[in-house]
């Protein structure tokens, strides 16, 4: 990956992290910690890895992304604001009880979201049953997407949802597990330990890419290894840090579910846009 699209990559995360603390502020509430984490591989699904219109956001052709771990809509809901799908200013009125914007994302009113999604385990099923109606009765080239977190994964559901796309030989279907290390009630290590992660996704029998989740080089080869892999779902395993991007939120479980306040609004907002200042003058 060149220099210059390592640079436009990382202004589409910065923006997205804005957007995160904005939303979040705006509603008094939110998830800001793990939609920080997923800030990049947000900035690279929707301007590099997926095939997309925001101009027509029904699409029949396009990829589609389910995120399974719900919560962290205002990351999703700052990626397709910032990719054109709908106005960047709507963004404050996230979870606004007159807004599209809810709390967890709503096919129904947001453009570029395929599935309503919020209670964890399903998303990762329902897109899993995508792939397999495109593989095997569309009999096209759409690529399914999804993304979990590492608490979500202690759903049973999720599993089952492995197993299937490892049967199904579902090679057009791609999870992407957000490893942060933190859920609502502390470290998931703590909580409910599921590693290892990366022997029990070969165990399912998923192609396994293990990478740095805020590295874009690492992404791209992940992404690689899905399109020339076979006969077998993969599953991309990043390690990210919650709260990415703003010193206070970083590996903070106490920021998984807690807005800024008008104080640490300013902090967090000051950290990006010196982030972007800087980003914009290395061009």
Request: hydrophobic share 40%; proline share 4%.
């Amino acid at each position: 990956m060149t220099n210059e699209e390592q640079r436009r990559l990382s202004i589409a995360a910065c923006k997205i992290r804005m957007g995160v603390i904005e939303s979040t502020h705006g509603a008094k509430a939110g998830h800001p910690g793990g939609s920080l984490s997923a800030a990049d591989l947000f900035a690279y699904l929707y301007n590099k890895e997926m095939r997309l219109d925001p101009a027509n956001p029904k699409w029949a052709d396009r990829d589609r992304f389910v995120l399974s771990k719900g919560h962290t809509a205002p990351g999703m809901y700052s990626a397709l604001a910032y990719r054109g799908f709908f106005p960047v200013e709507d963004l404050v009125t996230l979870r606004h009880i007159d807004s599209y914007l809810q709390g967890h994302p709503n096919m129904n009113t947001v453009p570029g979201v395929d599935m309503s999604t919020g209670s964890l385990g399903q998303g990762v099923s329902v897109a899993a049953g995508m792939a397999k109606a495109a593989k095997y009765m569309a009999k096209n080239d759409i690529r399914i997407y999804t993304m979990l977190g590492d608490g979500e994964i202690e759903e049973g559901e999720v599993w089952e949802a492995f197993m299937f796309a490892a049967h199904y030989h579902l090679d057009n279907f791609c999870a992407i597990i957000d490893l942060n290390g933190l859920q609502i009630d502390g470290a998931t290590k703590d909580v409910m330990n599921s590693e290892p992660v990366p022997e029990k996704m070969k165990a399912f029998g998923f192609n396994v890419v293990e990478i740095d989740g805020h590295n874009f080089d690492e992404m791209e080869a992940a992404f690689a290894s899905f399109h020339a892999c076979q006969d077998q779902p993969t599953v991309i395993l990043m390690k990210t840090t919650k709260g990415k991007g703003v010193s206070f939120m970083e590996d903070k479980v106490d920021w998984h579910g807690k807005a800024p306040n008008d104080e640490q609004y300013e902090i967090a907002m000051g950290e990006l846009r010196a982030q972007m200042n800087e980003l914009e003058a290395a061009k």
